[in-house]
């Protein structure tokens, strides 16, 4: 088996179609944006799970900017296999994962996904955080590993938090900002690596 046909994606379930979004008090019952299919999940779950996240972590004790951040959250859940993101498409959308799995994949020179990474909802994984702040082409594909649950927060009700309560929004910016640097910085070693290793294969086919 070559290693394009070891990586590649499993074709995606198609979800069924959702006529209408609905929020109750205590839970979040949201039809998806885009992929995946509606989820539930209890207010008081989206809170804590939100005072795991790094992103968070500045207003991890401050309970009203935690109720009403996730006033703006939505929640979906993915089967296994189904893709979440797709490398070179626009977003809008932060994910949470909550449970379950999810494979970063990138594409190789001859278009085959190739997994790069297994994010776990167990240890609070996210991504998708850039595109809170520009609309630009994401990165990677990311589709779930197993089946998964995934809180998302999109760039439209982000700015109407951020609107709505800049004291609270302005640590979560800083803490965007910040992750946003170390994956360019971490992204740029890696190009570095590879220039490396490319020019020394030159300079070695010359002797």
Known sequence: ?????KNQIKPSHTPPKIAASQQSANSVVCAPEASGAVATVPREEIIQHLQSV???FDIRDN????EAMSTEIV??????GEVMIKEGQSGSELFLLIS???SVYKTTPDG??????VLDGAKNAFFGEGALLDAEARSA?????SEARCLILNRRHFEHFCKTYPEWALPVLRQIARVVMIRFRKTNAE?????QALLAEVRGGEN
Do not use: C, H, N, W
Not at 112 to 117: C, R
């Open 75 to 80: 929640a979906r859940q993915y089967l296994t």
């Open 141 to 145: 594909t990311i589709a779930a590993e």
């Open 100 to 102: 379950g799995s999810a």
């Open 1 to 5: 088996m070559s290693i394009s046909q």
């Open 54 to 56: 790094s992103l968070f």
């Open 191 to 195: 190009f570095m690596l590879l220039y």
């Open 63 to 66: 309970l009203p900017a935690l």
């Open 112 to 117: 085959d996904p190739f997994k790069v990474a």
